[in-house]
């Protein structure tokens, strides 16, 4: 169960090796959290990712972190892999933090490179989150937080691809949590700027540029106050609201 | 369809007073003991837990997924021996109602908290504590017996002395549904109280005065203001007092001795600005209420309401804290470890959390119930807003101060503990386990609270 400040005893990453989904696990096991489960694809990164989380708290044995098979590209498995972590018990938190970013240079050109970054982004975030949707809604309880991006939040000609599958990530995150309003679960969508992590490594940096450690922290405390919506660095609301406004004209003109 | 079934409400959003986290059940209200036995019976693998007037401050009263059930329906005043002084009365009637119908009798429920919108069920579920503590322990002190729906259907009459007693009085309604209980009166020849009032300078004096003639007291308590700083920490205002003898009223009063007239202002409206709770406007209403007591007075006439509830008067004043809620910290720590309550005090006042008026009390000797909160030593109880940052690592910090001196924290208050820490706080911990497992093997009761520290 959270306490009266939102921290989760457990948590479920879907995304086990993301670099934010763990820096947001660290920061929980830091206060309640003593049951994480870390979802990917079967490799030594997700089974050193859980065992540096055990290790966080060595002297008692006290987290149990638990690996699960699990691929965002492979829908129908995800009814089964996510029900035998429900069955273990509840979960007080799951956060959706997979994602790829793709090259959206060489992905214009293979359309099938494209429909890969939608199919992980979106399509199995649907699939994933409607799931953990259904279970949180079965416990009365539990947050659901989504990790969008401001990418879809004004769509660029720089990176659209992956930038529309988390503006339609973002939208069907914003229905769900409308959806599951007054059933004890929270949704939350959380929409970093540009994050120094090994996805984004060799890109050129966007101005405010974040870290996973700063969304960790912003995640904690809008778990605390149970918001909605989350910027990450929180001015880039302000920013992001500016940028909507801008006519489409300009707007591609940009240097962004 | 039975009549459980048709009195089960939609669900909502269920949360304590302090209105911190959320869960959503479905409500059932049974209003009668079958219906109690048939929604228990109903409750489905979440389980389900019984519910008063949702006055604990934290997640004792919810359950997350499964069932609540509203005890408030069954509220019927069973009987009353007016020369005895005993009543038999449902688990849902509050003990607002039994001052209503007791007090023309001459009787006063035993023991009463700081808020008269309390059930029975609740009081024995909570085995709660009053400015009498010193003298006359706590609420299952004087419970002579009470029916107890239990997880296999049945209805078991509970004695004291027995291990289902001593496991229900303070078993935050997980042993089972209370339906019923017996419960000796205190006779009383008038309504009003007779109250001395005096100023302690700081903490050590506040401790010195309350040490020194608490004995002398049916009911103590201090308010104490932790927003004053430097030599000024822990100032407080004492008010002690017993009731009013019928020799000791004024000629008018006399003629209707017995009445029970609670004040209620307008309710605290729903939205209320965040500077209100800010550190200055806080600490300027702790001054005022500092400076307008008086430095030494006695055998002041007082109704019952302003002695015992004055929180009562404004309903729903827990609306103040706004959309983030509030915690209320309590704790004792034994007689002899008064270095940890001085530290303790000393560190809430460095950090300046905004709290109005905080409570300490002297308690007697322990009581039996295997979770029940008291032991002899001291207790102190403040409200903190919820949205004050750090304050969940500042609590487990003081939970350390607590625990390392042989203290706790109260259930009944906690919304926040770590299921580790009550390991060490509760020494009888596992003979309540051993008993919630062999009575409720599928855990049909369950509650927040319970997941939340494993109980
Ligand atoms: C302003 C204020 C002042 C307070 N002052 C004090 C004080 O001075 N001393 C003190 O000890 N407490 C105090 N409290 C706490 C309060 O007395 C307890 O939390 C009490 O349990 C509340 O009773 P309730 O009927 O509202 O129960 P709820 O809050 O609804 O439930 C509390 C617990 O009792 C259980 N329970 C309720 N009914 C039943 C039943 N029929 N059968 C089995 N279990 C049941 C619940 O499952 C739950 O675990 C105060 C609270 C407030 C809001």
């Not at chain 2, 949360?15 to 929604?39: C, I, N, Q």
Request: proline content about 6%; overall charge positive; charged content about 20%.
């Amino acid at each position: 169960m959270k306490d009266a400040f939102g921290a989760p005893q457990s948590l479920l990453v879907l995304g086990g090796t993301s670099e934010i989904g763990l820096a947001t696990a660290r920061r929980l096991v830091a206060r309640r959290t003593r049951t994480v489960w870390l979802a990917g694809r079967p490799s030594p990164d997700l089974e050193a990712a859980a065992a540096a989380l055990r290790g966080l708290r060595p002297e008692t044995d006290a987290v149990t972190v638990r690996t699960v098979p699990f691929d965002a590209l492979d829908p129908s498995a995800h009814e089964e892999a996510l029900g035998k972590v429900f069955a273990e018990g509840d979960v007080d938190m799951v956060l959706l933090a997979f994602g790829v970013l793709g090259d959206q240079g060489r992905d214009e050109a293979a359309p099938l490179a494209a429909v890969r970054v939608a199919q992980t982004n979106y399509t199995g975030a649907v699939s994933a989150g409607l799931i953990c949707a259904n279970a949180l809604r079965a416990q009365g309880h539990g947050s659901l937080v989504v990790l969008s991006s401001v990418a879809g939040e004004r769509v660029r000609r720089a990176n659209f691809i992956y930038g529309s599958s988390k503006a339609g990530l973002d939208a069907f995150a914003q229905g769900l949590g409308d959806a599951l309003h007054g059933s004890g679960v929270h949704v939350m969508v959380v929409r970093p700027g540009f994050v120094r992590t090994r996805m984004t490594a060799g890109l050129t940096e966007a101005p405010m540029a974040t870290t996973p450690e700063a969304v960790a922290h912003a995640i904690e405390q809008g778990l605390w106050r149970r918001s909605e919506t989350v910027w990450v660095p929180g001015a880039m609301r302000l920013v992001m609201s500016a940028l909507r406004h801008v006519p489409r004209t300009v707007f591609r003109r940009l240097p962004l | 369809m039975s009549d459980a079934e048709t009195s089960t409400e939609p669900a909502g959003p269920v949360t304590g007073w302090g209105r911190t986290a959320p869960s959503v059940a479905r409500l059932v209200r049974p209003r009668s003991y079958e219906e109690a036995a048939a929604a228990v019976r109903a409750c489905g693998t979440r389980g389900g837990i019984a519910r008063g007037l949702g006055r604990a401050y934290g997640d004792a009263a919810q359950n997350a997924g499964g069932a609540v059930l509203d005890m408030t329906g069954l509220a019927r005043i069973r009987s009353i021996d007016a020369d005895a002084g005993l009543v038999v009365c449902d688990a849902g009637v509050s003990l607002h109602r039994l001052m209503e119908v007791l007090l023309p009798l001459g009787w006063f429920v035993p023991v009463t908290p700081g808020t008269r919108y309390v059930t029975v069920g609740g009081a024995i579920g909570a085995d709660i504590h009053g400015k009498n503590h010193h003298v006359s322990g706590s609420f299952g002190r004087h419970v002579r017996a009470f029916d107890l729906l239990t997880a296999d259907g049945t209805i078991r009459t509970v004695l004291p002395g027995t291990d289902l007693f001593d496991a229900t009085t303070g078993g935050m309604g997980l042993t089972g549904v209370i339906l019923s209980a017996t419960v000796q009166l205190l006779p009383v020849e008038t309504s009003l109280m007779s109250v001395d009032t005096e100023r302690a300078t700081d903490l050590d004096d506040l401790m010195a005065r309350l040490t020194a003639n608490d004995h002398g007291y049916r009911y103590s308590v201090a308010w104490i203001d932790l927003l004053a700083r430097g030599a000024a920490t822990g100032r407080a205002v004492l008010t002690r007092g017993d009731h009013a003898p019928y020799d000791a009223l004024p000629r008018r009063a006399r003629r209707d001795p017995l009445a029970f007239r609670p004040g209620r202002l307008p309710a605290a409206p729903a939205f209320v600005p965040d500077g209100l709770l800010s550190r200055p406007a806080v600490g300027l209403f702790n001054e005022l209420w500092y400076r307008r007591a008086p430095r030494h007075r006695t055998g002041e006439l007082q109704r019952l309401s302003a002695f015992f509830h004055p929180l009562d008067g404004v309903p729903h004043w827990n609306r103040v804290y706004g959309r983030a809620g509030f915690v209320q910290y309590q704790f004792v720590v034994g007689y002899g470890r008064e270095d940890t309550l001085r530290r303790i005090v000393r560190r809430i006042a460095r950090r300046g959390c905004p709290s109005f008026l905080a409570v300490l009390k002297r308690f007697g000797e322990g009581d039996p119930g295997w979770l029940s909160f008291p032991m002899p030593g001291w207790t102190l109880a403040l409200d903190i807003p919820a949205g004050l940052t750090g304050l969940g690592a500042f609590l487990d910090e003081l939970d350390e101060e607590v625990a390392g001196a042989g203290g706790r924290v109260y259930l009944a208050k906690d919304s926040r503990l770590r299921p580790d820490a009550l390991r060490v706080m509760y020494p009888r911990l596992p003979d309540f386990l051993d008993l919630r497992a062999e009575l409720d093997p599928r855990a049909v009761f369950t509650s927040d609270l319970a997941r939340r520290l494993g109980l």
